[in-house]
């Protein structure tokens, strides 16, 4: 079961009064593949409370100054990390039960 976090039901519009960014700072930061948001069948973006989130960091490290393409690098190598930490926590599991 997924999170409410993680579920897509939140319109640009809104995401645009919960995070002070203008519509087309929500775009640029899809096209440069940070936010993934899900279209409907008549094209319209829906967002998460994670994608919120999301956006949020990405506008704090922008104005600190960080280009948008440090800022996918920084993203990939979180998502690396936590999958090798996964990776582990399960190897740990599965050696004290036994498994393979």
């Known amino acids: 079961m997924s999170s409410y976090k993680d579920k897509k039901v939140i319109s640009i519009g809104t995401v645009n ?40 960091q990405i506008a704090d490290k922008r104005e600190e100054g960080v280009q948008t393409y440090e800022i996918r690098k920084d993203m990939q190598r979180a998502g690396d990390k936590e999958k090798v930490i996964e990776r582990m926590l399960r190897g740990q599991i599965n050696a004290h039960f036994k498994m393979k």
């Open 17 to 56: 009064e919960l995070t002070g960014l203008s519509l087309r700072q929500i775009r640029y930061y899809e096209e440069r593949e940070l936010i993934f948001p899900e279209r409907t069948k008549r094209g319209t973006r829906k967002y998460s409370f994670a994608d919120v989130e999301v956006l949020l």
